[in-house]
């Protein structure tokens, strides 16, 4: 069979290769080859988000824009790939207090050497001297005689908990010095972003931190699509959970770049996330989540052994999946709980972590009610013409006056919109008119002759339906960046979806929302977004607008705190066991509180 060659230009022109077969998906070509683009639409050609510039091929064709996912090759072509969206920001929590008692500790011990009068074994007498007996795993037993007997019965032993990890030699000229600093890792693991935090456990001090958008977007935005994936291909659910632990590994190379010995030093990793990526890295089934009864196959917090896993820290160190929910509050809402000290309080407060999916908490030290809203990804920037993660470049806040004017993270060209964006320029839109409450806009016809021209001229036809040119090349934007009524209607469905669940979690916890002592809000989302828009459209409850309180990444923040504390770990537990789900689908109220939610007010 005769192949052909695509030559692939990257955006800093460097020109690669590449050899495909007659027909070859152009989207599948790259995928093989390590070309990483966006696709979270899984390649269906609905995002439009996996753009590239067709230069040429054997058929005379223009040079012009197709969706990589669209094109099968059918000769020798020349390929411009766009710039990336390299790296996710993540906006960092704020400081929390936590006593430092880690459950990675080290001991160091000297023995009475062995005599025809105490005939105790290695092993035992290691036990005792650390006072725990069984603690040494059958694993360790080869290699202690000679440890033993190499340092003069002087050693140090890494903990976890009760648990031996690791025993080492340690000759007693050398034991004033001879303590080593002990390292862990708290990943946060989303659907779009990941974020890793290293610490050191002697001191809790954080050393360094790691962003980058999780590479199973490329099999779909949502967790719904990645089920998919891994019901569909043979090897979905390997491939998937290969590629996160891939990245957990580049993550673990950063940390090390200075010292390529830090890895034997990381002793455990403490990970939170949504329970469908926290199964799919563990390699767990996710089939029976995503359909009714929706049942995962774990939900307590377990761990396994690095080497197990492929992750590249010490071989011992331990891999801690904290407590989940239900199959689709994970993780990582218990640990925006534990960031937020919500179930401390004996006032009631609301916890709002708005990503790919709405999570939703209620409660207090009483008892805890959490939900999970299917807002969809509109607000992570996905199922949006224009819309983009919260990097930089993105539009983040919008002001409509006489004139259109934004702001972008990084002070950057416009290049995209994210969700704070997306909420903002909402609520301009209603506030100014340009826009009904049912989310219709309106046509340059329905504005009164009075009406602010340049407003007038950004309103237009996009793909024959009504859009607004949010920002437009000419002024500065990488290209021109329109707001459509299909976004308008995704903004409606995601907003009316959270809206109603807090509604609904309201009604069950048997309060109003004045009643709320606190809303939290987790997540760069939360940060970035004006409370006040969000009460504009409906969003959030008008009483709760003076009561905001953004926690950054609450579900990272919790991570780390359970790295550094045990008896947070215990804290992680117990909110667990005080958590009721509801299960919204199964609600008649939630239909009909929906529905009266799509309205901007």
């Not at 890494?158 to 600093?181: C, K, M, R």
């Not at 954080?206 to 199973?216: C, D, E, K, V």
């Not at 009610?369 to 983040?396: D, H, K, Q, V, Y």
Request: hydrophobic share 40%.
């Amino acid at each position: 069979m005769k192949s052909h060659t695509v030559t692939v230009i990257q955006p800093n022109q460097k020109r690669q290769s590449l050899v495909a077969f007659p027909g070859q998906n152009l989207l599948s070509l790259f995928t093989e080859h390590g070309l990483v683009l966006p696709s979270p639409c899984g390649g269906k050609g609905i995002c439009g988000k996996c753009k590239v510039k067709i230069l040429g091929q054997t058929r005379t064709i223009p040079a012009e824009y197709r969706l990589a996912c669209q094109v099968r090759v059918s000769g020798d072509l020349a390929v411009e790939l766009p710039d990336a969206e390299e790296k996710a920001r993540i906006m960092m929590d704020s400081d929390h207090t936590v006593s430092l008692d880690p459950l990675i500790t080290e001991r160091l011990i000297t023995l009475p050497a062995p005599t025809v009068g105490d005939q105790t074994s290695d092993v035992e007498r290691v036990e005792q001297a650390l006072g725990l007996p069984g603690c040494i795993n059958p694993e360790l037993f080869p290699a202690l005689p000679a440890i033993l007997r190499t340092s003069g019965y002087t050693l140090s032993a890494v903990l976890s908990g009760d648990e031996v990890l690791t025993l080492q030699t340690v000759h007693q000229d050398q034991l004033a010095a001879s303590e080593q600093h002990l390292y862990g890792v708290a990943l946060d693991l989303g659907t779009t972003t990941m974020v890793g935090y290293l610490l050191d456990l002697t001191t809790g001090q954080q050393l360094s931190t790691y962003a980058a958008l999780n590479p199973q977007r490329l099999h779909g935005a949502d967790v719904i699509s990645r089920v998919d994936y891994t019901v569909e291909h043979e090897n979905g659910l390997t491939e998937l959970s290969q590629l996160v632990r891939a990245e957990i590994n580049k993550m673990i190379a950063y940390f090390s770049r200075h010292d390529p010995t830090l890895p034997q030093s990381i002793y455990q990793m403490a990970i939170v996330g949504n329970t469908i990526m926290l199964h799919l890295l563990a390699g767990l089934e996710v089939e029976n989540i995503a359909v009714a009864p929706f049942i995962p196959v774990v939900t307590r917090d377990f761990e396994c052994k690095a080497a197990e896993v492929g992750i590249k820290i010490n071989p011992q160190g331990r891999i801690t999946i904290l407590p989940m929910i239900s199959g689709f509050v994970g993780a990582d809402t218990v640990a925006a709980i534990l960031a937020s000290n919500l179930a401390e309080q004996a006032e009631t407060s609301l916890l709002l972590d708005i990503g790919t999916n709405g999570e939703i908490a209620i409660g207090n030290q009483e008892r805890i009610l959490t939900c999970s809203a299917a807002a969809g990804p509109a607000f992570e920037g996905t199922n949006i013409r224009a819309g983009m993660g919260g990097i930089a470049g993105a539009i983040n806040q919008v002001w409509i006056n006489a004139e259109l004017n934004y702001t972008t993270i990084g002070d950057q060209a416009a290049r995209g919109i994210c969700g704070s964006g997306v909420v903002s320029l909402t609520a301009q839109l209603l506030k100014a008119g340009l826009m009904e409450s049912s989310g219709r806009l309106k046509s340059p016809d329905e504005l009164g002759d009075d009406f602010p021209l340049k407003l007038k001229q950004r309103l237009c036809q996009f793909d024959g339906k009504s859009a607004l040119l949010v920002a437009a090349q000419a002024e500065g934007a990488t290209e021109d960046l329109y707001f459509t009524q299909q976004d308008i209607r995704e903004t409606q469905l995601a907003k009316a979806a959270i809206a109603a669940g807090v509604r609904i979690l309201l009604k069950e916890m048997g309060i109003t929302a004045a009643e709320v002592k606190t809303l939290y809000l987790a997540g760069g989302f939360g940060n970035y977004i004006d409370p006040h828009e969000a009460v504009q459209i409906g969003l959030l409850p008008k009483e709760l607008e003076e009561r905001v309180v953004p926690i950054g990444n609450g579900a990272g923040t919790g991570a780390k705190m359970v790295l550094l504390s045990r008896k947070c770990l215990q804290k992680s537990r117990q909110i667990q066991a005080k958590t009721t789900y509801l299960e919204l689908s199964t609600r008649s109220d939630f239909q009909t509180l929906f529905v009266d939610s799509l309205e901007f007010r």
